[in-house]
């Protein structure tokens, strides 16, 4: 299978380029700067690099970099002409010099400069970089015979230097023992800078903090001696690197340190401000994940550990993925703070996470200067840990541990949130819990042998085997926000998220994660969450709704979305699809078992558990339905490279169907299309009812449209005690409609008495999706039912069906509720700005383009491009 052969670059599908199945990338180490005065990130990435086995790849069949480029020639477009996007080509004889004073400069003894990458790109006459383009060109085909090309998934990064690491003169890898090195390993001792990574990646996990420190070690290294540096080319999707006389992968340098700048445009960052219109900057995550952040290996199967500092201004806190929290360590030559993060778990490059932003921490008390509102911003970020001066350590004292993993990192340590003036403003730690006396349910260990858990993965400090995990139902938290919405975050997210963690334990297990973070996202984050190793993203869609005293009612959606993301810890994370257009995978386990934690959170009984269970399964039935009446086919199967998902070319390389599609990013069929619930409710049965798994295929995962099975359950759920109660709501509020709707009375009649039913969340949103069937309401039920529910102070989910009814029905006293969602949700308003448009109502259709002009930049560009097709 070669899947770039036909690959059109103007087409949705997405290339996965790196040729994993020759190389991997065992362990990534960034040293990363933010410039928010220029929206770059510029600074070097250490790739740790180990020949595949058995693979002895050369590159003597003129198939392009590697065989990871399918049918096209490197620095060729895919119609066979001189590609225009290969935008920065380095022949080593000449390079940023400046760049590369990092490497020394880090943690060294001379001063640092807070922006000395500024030079790393746009360097010279357009003219002058023309024609070093054209000769480096000339140098990267004429030099390229024989030689083995590394390919890296890359975009929108402006390299200037790629060079060989010289791991040998660090004089601490000598005093490895030589018998860490595997006996299987196969390297020859005629190539040093092999057997001492093989030394490296050898130590076990037991000895993982002197491994990282040696990691740390090596990227400081100096270029290799006596070579220049390594020849490279970009193109749109790749980086492509190869050293002259390197025939095989086994021939490759093991260590190769790769200078580069980000660009403000580049689609795995955003540039944005929060809700505070402070600036900010974040991971965006799908559809190209990090490949615009740094160069890497993005398939899934390529796993990895990674370790990373990054400088930031000082007033900025530093949220990453990462096992530890980070201390900042304040440079007193600059206005710089510099953090530090790993992970020692071997995990897709995809998972890496970012964000950098003058954010709080919230606590359970709120200070008083915080309460009355957003004031003197700028002291409140965090206090970067005083030093005794800038962040140095010597080589002897990082390996004896001194140093501890990789500068200063302190398990458990405080991050102030508020400026040393603020004396109402406490050091806040990690959050813990104890849940003995509220009836939360503890998982039975009981059946395991103490110290008798054993994984079959790779050697990594793993906690599924730790005794103390084990018993650790609530595992450190923290929550960060804008000021702004700093009491709603507390009412809501930190009040819920022990609770949650707890019952994901219960139902679980074993956290697989020492930590968490969780951060309140900008306004203009496309989705309702999103989950990375020991960080989750969370839109403000999903914060308390209403008052204090509103109570358990408005937390449903924020707590079902946390459970949900909290869920992504176990599938998605630590278990994976092998190919990432399999997301049902992920995403129906985290569904499924959304509503199982939340209810073990809520503790529910079982009958109120499964009465809730109905009604859910109900509504997202009814938003299936709607969405595949409403999209592309294709865009519905949640298999589409059927019997040949997972293959890949004999390099490694693939292709993601439709993953640049706009209009994919909001399909929520694959969260939907929920067949889990169907295999495990008739999972006994599978047999006799002759289920097997090519029918599952055929009916759930290869074609569009909604299975048989659905359908059937849907009548079930339809007669469910929690819908019969809208049922029977939604009768009242058609009769009182109707009786406004009659005309010519020339006398005010009394409205007789009518009591309505509380319902919860869910049974509001059943209740406005049936009323919205309706082809007519009047407005004095329109402002009866506003009235009566207080619906504008609703969650997102409740009042999205409220802006639907609204724009329905023209109740034009309501465009303010329209407006407003618009504005602050827009992880959920991308689609109604088509009701606006396909009604032909000038009001409402000025509405829409009022509504973008105030978000447009501040939008995800995959939302901005679907609302601009429908409004412009």
């Not at 530090?340 to 995990?347: E, L």
Request: charged share 25%; net charge negative; proline share 4%.
């Amino acid at each position: 299978m070669e899947p770039d052969v036909d690959l059109n670059p103007d087409t949705d599908d997405l290339p996965l380029r790196a040729n994993t199945n020759h190389i991997l990338v065992r362990h990534y180490v960034l040293d990363l700067t933010v410039h928010f005065e220029r929206k770059v990130i510029s600074g070097s990435v250490v790739l740790f690099l180990e020949p595949c086995c058995g693979v002895s790849t050369k590159a003597e069949d003129g198939t392009g970099p590697g065989d990871g480029a399918g049918s096209t020639e490197a620095g060729a477009s895919q119609d066979g002409s001189r590609s225009r996007d290969v935008d920065s080509i380095e022949d080593g004889a000449k390079g940023l010099e400046k760049s590369m004073t990092r490497m020394d400069k880090m943690f060294g003894a001379r001063e640092r400069e807070g922006d000395e990458f500024q030079a790393v790109s746009g360097v010279g006459s357009q003219t002058a970089a023309e024609t070093k383009t054209i000769h480096s060109s000339h140098l990267w085909e004429t030099n390229s015979d024989g030689d083995f090309t590394l390919v890296l998934d890359c975009c929108d990064l402006d390299v200037s230097k790629v060079e060989e690491v010289d791991i040998t003169s660090v004089s601490a890898m000598s005093s490895l023992p030589s018998e860490v090195r595997s006996e299987k390993s196969g390297v020859s001792s005629a190539n040093p800078q092999a057997a001492f990574f093989q030394k490296l990646i050898s130590l076990p996990s037991s000895r993982w903090r002197q491994r990282h420190q040696l990691f740390l070690l090596c990227s400081r290294a100096p270029g290799a001696q006596g070579g220049s540096a390594l020849h490279f080319q970009r193109d749109r999707w790749s980086l492509q690197v190869r050293k002259k006389g390197a025939t095989s992968p086994q021939e490759f340098p093991r260590a190769v340190r790769i200078c580069y700048e980000t660009r403000p445009t580049g689609g795995s960052v955003r540039w944005t401000k929060d809700q505070d219109n402070r600036v900010c900057v974040y991971t965006a995550g799908s559809p190209i994940n990090n490949r615009a952040l740094f160069p890497c290996q993005e398939p899934p199967v390529a796993m990895s550990t990674w370790q990373a500092t990054v400088r930031a201004p000082s007033e900025c806190v530093v949220l990453m993925s990462g096992e530890e929290q980070a201390v900042p360590i304040e440079d007193r030559n600059t206005r710089f703070s510099v953090w530090n993060y790993y992970v020692t778990m071997p995990m897709p490059a995809s998972t890496f996470t970012l964000a950098v932003g003058h954010w709080c921490q919230i606590t359970a008390e709120i200070p008083p200067a915080l309460e009355r509102g957003v004031r003197d911003r700028t002291d409140c970020g965090k206090t970067a840990k005083p030093g005794a001066g800038s962040a140095e350590w010597t080589e002897a004292e990082l390996v004896s541990g001194l140093g501890s993993s990789s500068g200063a990192v302190v398990k458990g340590s405080s991050l102030q949130t508020c400026s040393r003036d603020q004396t109402t403003c406490s050091d806040s730690t990690f959050s813990y819990a104890s849940f003995e006396n509220e009836g939360l349910s503890v998982t039975d260990y009981s059946g395991m042998v103490d110290d008798g858990v054993s994984c079959s993965h790779g050697d990594y400090p793993c906690r599924f085997t730790e005794q103390l995990a084990r018993s650790q139902r609530v595992i450190p938290h923290r929550v960060f926000g804008p000021v702004s919405l700093l009491q709603r975050a507390q009412m809501g997210v930190l009040k819920l998220l022990p609770r949650c963690l707890a019952a994901a334990h219960a139902v679980l297990g074993v956290h697989p994660f020492p930590r968490l973070d969780v951060l309140i996202i900008p306004a203009g984050f496309s989705s309702l969450g999103m989950a990375s190793p020991h960080i989750i993203f969370l839109s403000q869609s999903v914060l308390h709704a209403g008052s204090p005293d509103s109570g358990e009612n408005g937390l449903s959606l924020c707590g079902s979305r946390m459970c949900h993301e909290i869920a992504h810890s176990w599938f998605g994370l630590v278990i994976g699809a092998r190919d990432w257009t399999e997301e049902w995978i992920s995403e129906g386990f985290a569904t499924y078992l959304e509503d199982i934690i939340w209810a073990q959170a809520q503790q529910l009984s079982l009958q109120e558990t499964a009465e809730q269970s109905d009604l859910k399964a109900l509504l997202r039935w009814r938003r299936l339905s709607d969405e595949l009446q409403n999209s592309e086919e294709e865009l519905q199967i949640l298999r589409p490279n059927m019997e040949n998902t997972g293959q890949v070319s004999e390099s490694g390389s693939s292709t993601v169907k439709h993953a640049l599609n706009p209009d994919k990013t909001f399909m929520q069929v694959h969260y939907l299309k929920d067949f889990l619930r169907m295999l495990l409710i008739i999972f006994p049965d599978m047999e006799r009812k002759g289920l097997t798994l090519s029918a599952i295929y055929a009916d759930w995962l290869d074609r569009p449209g909604i299975p048989k099975w659905l359908y059937e359950k849907s009548a079930v759920w339809s007669q469910a005690r929690l819908v019969e109660e809208v049922k029977a709501e939604v009768v009242k509020w058609i009769l009182l409609s109707q009786s406004h709707q009659g005309k010519g009375r020339k006398r005010k009649r009394i409205e007789p008495k009518v009591n309505y039913k509380e319902l919860t969340s869910e049974q509001l949103v059943m209740l406005l999706e049936l009323l919205l069937e309706e082809s007519e309401l009047s407005v004095a039920a329109m402002l009866a039912l506003q009235r009566t529910y207080n619906l504008q102070n609703h969650d997102a989910e409740v009042r999205h069906r409220w802006c639907e009814l609204v724009v329905k029905h023209a109740h034009n006293q309501a465009y303010g509720d329209v407006e407003h969602f618009l504005v602050h949700d827009q992880a959920m308003g991308v689609y109604l700005y088509g009701e606006l448009m396909v009604h032909e109502d000038p009001e409402q259709q000025a509405l829409a383009r009022r509504c973008l002009s105030l978000v447009q930049e501040d939008m995800d560009q995959s939302a901005r491009t679907v609302v601009e097709e429908m409004v412009l």
